[in-house]
């Protein structure tokens, strides 16, 4: 709206006029959450009360009862209270930076995500959807606007680590380092071994071996080894420094080809027979292998580099906030107040 006087433009006053509406309105609001009701944190405009973050401690307690019957160590509701503060402030946050950056979540994204949260539970565990949203996040359950609200920060929360680091960032760097590895020279060897239990079984081994009788053979009918003993005990194209240093030894220091160690090798395992078939060197990684090691690594490395990405944002954030006077939160880990006497199901306040 611009008012004109002459040739003028003028609208100080209206924009100031503007302005002291809606401090009055964020006041009023608040006023009217607070009216008989303690604020345990505060950002912008939205409230956690001391009743609604009670009534999310005591579901999630009470989900800790089995543990507690069978003996295990439980966070203290202290604890809990500043996990769930926490996560409030983050919530609100998140919601909040969405907005200003256009990043949007529906409600078919929503259903979309409780849908994959209900096959990862299913999967996972023997407890139902409805039992983790009340016994892990302490919220009212699956038709809740608690949880639809949660479920929104939590879509929001991946779309802003999209925006922060790219799965094409990500990629290269990981591409660069894994085709390094294809080009990058290694000492390897190809080894048998024979694992048993004892000194004395090992020398006996030795014994048998001395002889004649076949290596493979050996390890088929003696070998503790799961992973090779069918195998006649071999294990192909093993780097320095992949097996434990006691073994590494004896495949790269003490044995040439073709010879077997005249005395039994002790490690955490066992005691080893070891037979050095070959020993050269050869690429760090087989190219062959690349695209699939840096797909893996990708699926595994995006999401992390997302996250730190975003907790690094809201970190700076959060002081932000607490610098303009939009948070409020409480110094632990000084408790809070105990309990009130009522809980009443309160309504989730609109971000």
């Given at each position: 709206?611009?008012?004109?006087?002459?040739?003028?433009?003028?609208?100080?006053?209206?924009?100031?006029?503007?302005?002291?509406?809606?401090?009055?309105?964020?006041?009023?609001?608040?006023?009217?959450?607070?009216a008989g009701m303690q604020i345990v944190a505060r950002v912008d405009n939205v409230v956690l009360t001391r009743q609604d973050l009670d009534q999310r401690i005591s579901r999630i307690e009470k989900g800790f009862q089995q543990q507690?019957?069978?003996?295990?160590?439980?966070?203290?509701?202290?604890?809990?209270?500043?996990?769930?503060?926490?996560?409030?402030?983050?919530?609100?946050?998140?919601l909040s930076l969405a907005r200003q950056r256009g990043i949007t979540v529906s409600d078919a994204e929503v259903n979309e995500q409780i849908e994959r949260f209900r096959q990862q539970i299913q999967m996972g565990s023997n407890m139902?959807?409805?039992?983790?949203?009340?016994?892990?996040?302490?919220?009212?359950?699956?038709?809740?606007?608690?949880?639809?609200?949660?479920?929104?920060?939590?879509?929001?929360?991946?779309?802003?680590?999209?925006?922060?680091?790219?799965?094409?960032?990500?990629?290269?760097?990981?591409?660069?380092?894994?085709?390094?590895?294809?080009?990058?020279?290694?000492?390897?060897?190809?080894?048998?071994?024979?694992?048993?239990?004892?000194?004395?079984?090992?020398?006996?081994?030795?014994?048998?071996?001395?002889?004649?009788?076949?290596?493979?053979?050996?390890?088929?009918?003696?070998?503790?080894?799961?992973?090779?003993?069918?195998?006649?005990?071999?294990?192909?194209?093993?780097?320095?420094?992949?097996?434990?240093?006691?073994?590494?030894?004896?495949?790269?220091?003490?044995?040439?080809?073709?010879?077997?160690?005249?005395?039994?090798?002790?490690?955490?395992?066992?005691?080893?027979?070891?037979?050095?078939?070959?020993?050269?060197?050869?690429?760090?990684?087989?190219?062959?292998?690349?695209?699939?090691?840096?797909?893996?690594?990708?699926?595994?490395?995006?999401?992390?580099?997302?996250?730190?990405?975003?907790?690094?944002?809201?970190?700076?954030?959060?002081?932000?906030?607490?610098?303009?006077?939009?948070?409020?939160?409480?110094?632990?880990?000084?408790?809070?107040?105990?309990?009130?006497?009522?809980?009443?199901?309160?309504?989730?306040?609109?971000?």
């Amino acid at each position: 709206m611009l008012l004109r006087q002459g040739n003028h433009s003028w609208k100080g006053p209206l924009v100031n006029l503007k302005h002291a509406i809606v401090a009055i309105l964020v006041a009023l609001t608040l006023a009217a959450c607070g009216a008989g009701m303690q604020i345990v944190a505060r950002v912008d405009n939205v409230v956690l009360t001391r009743q609604d973050l009670d009534q999310r401690i005591s579901r999630i307690e009470k989900g800790f009862q089995q543990q507690a019957a069978q003996g295990l160590s439980l966070p203290s509701r202290l604890d809990i209270e500043q996990e769930l503060v926490s996560q409030f402030i983050d919530q609100q946050l998140t919601l909040s930076l969405a907005r200003q950056r256009g990043i949007t979540v529906s409600d078919a994204e929503v259903n979309e995500q409780i849908e994959r949260f209900r096959q990862q539970i299913q999967m996972g565990s023997n407890m139902s959807l409805e039992q983790a949203i009340q016994e892990q996040l302490g919220l009212p359950g699956e038709s809740s606007p608690e949880f639809r609200l949660f479920v929104t920060y939590f879509l929001a929360r991946q779309k802003l680590g999209a925006t922060l680091v790219s799965e094409a960032d990500i990629r290269k760097r990981i591409s660069d380092e894994v085709m390094a590895d294809t080009q990058r020279m290694v000492d390897v060897a190809t080894v048998a071994h024979i694992l048993v239990a004892t000194e004395e079984e090992a020398k006996r081994v030795i014994e048998r071996l001395d002889k004649g009788e076949s290596f493979a053979n050996l390890a088929k009918e003696l070998s503790q080894d799961p992973g090779s003993a069918q195998n006649g005990g071999v294990y192909e194209n093993v780097q320095r420094g992949q097996f434990v240093p006691e073994f590494d030894k004896a495949m790269f220091e003490d044995l040439q080809p073709g010879e077997i160690t005249k005395t039994p090798v002790q490690t955490q395992f066992g005691w080893h027979v070891i037979r050095l078939v070959s020993r050269g060197q050869a690429p760090a990684l087989d190219p062959a292998k690349a695209p699939a090691i840096i797909e893996q690594r990708v699926a595994q490395e995006l999401p992390i580099e997302q996250q730190n990405a975003v907790r690094s944002l809201l970190q700076s954030e959060r002081q932000k906030a607490i610098q303009e006077q939009r948070l409020v939160e409480p110094v632990f880990p000084t408790p809070t107040l105990a309990p009130l006497p009522t809980i009443a199901p309160l309504p989730t306040p609109t971000p």
